[in-house]
T-cell receptor, first 114, second 113 residues
């Protein structure tokens, strides 16, 4: 069983640019959540996608947007990058049914904004 | 809103010694609770979870946690730590609609020889 994968592993961008991060959910999981983890802090919820629809959003501005595809993979897009967007971006997937509250995380994408 | 508090920012333990990491939750009903571990530069790995039933939960890597409603706690324990246990540990609780996890601030564990 393949776990959650994310690409790229590392990324360097400059202020004002746009970035797209990708996530493949674990086999059989139809829900994907995205988190931002700044250095030395716990992960903060950005949003969640279920069956290609946004299913909850945290306190992040609209320049953070996402997509989920029919195969349940997902993208996180960030426009007009700011220095404070530098962080580890984590994707998590969860199954439907009995274990739906459990989120399984990928290795993350480390984004540096200069 | 649901929340968790991890009172200890950093703990240092000798290899082979026992470990207890604290987590306190704020939630009206019986919560679901999780412990995750994060090695440097890595993602989060699920150690264990509590949904209901037996209040002592066994996880991976020899970890266990005990849910105590009277103390609003879900402390993580290990009888004998190994150098490879050095990492950041996060307690987390899902919100009512289960669309997000709220994490504590984490406890960084250092193991000394």
């Amino acid at each position: 069983e393949t776990g959650v994968t994310q690409s790229p592993t590392h990324l360097i961008k400059t202020r004002g640019q746009q970035v797209t991060l990708r996530c493949s959910s674990q086999s059989g999981h139809n829900t994907v959540s995205w988190y931002q983890q700044a250095l030395g802090q716990g992960p903060q919820f950005i949003f969640q996608y279920y069956r290609e629809e946004e299913n909850g959003r945290g306190n992040f501005p609209p320049r953070f947007s996402g997509l989920q595809f029919p195969n349940y993979s997902s993208e996180l897009n960030v426009n007009a990058l700011e220095l404070d967007d530098s962080a580890l971006y984590l994707c998590a997937s969860s199954p439907s049914g009995r274990d739906q509250e459990t989120q399984y995380f990928g290795p993350g994408t480390r984004l540096l904004v200069l | 809103a649901q929340s968790v508090t991890q009172p200890d920012i950093h703990i240092t333990v000798s290899e082979g010694a026992s470990l207890e990491l604290r987590c306190n939750y704020s939630y009206g009903a019986t919560p679901y609770l999780f412990w995750y571990v994060q090695s440097p530069g890595q993602g989060l790995q699920l150690l264990l979870k509590y949904f209901s039933g037996d209040t002592l939960v066994q996880g991976i890597k020899g970890f266990e946690a005990e849910f105590k409603r009277s103390q609003s706690s879900f402390n993580l324990r290990k009888p004998s730590v190994h150098w490879s246990d050095a990492a950041e540990y996060f307690c987390a609780v899902p919100n009512f609609g289960n669309e997000k996890l709220t994490f504590g601030t984490g406890t960084r564990l250092t193991i000394i020889p």
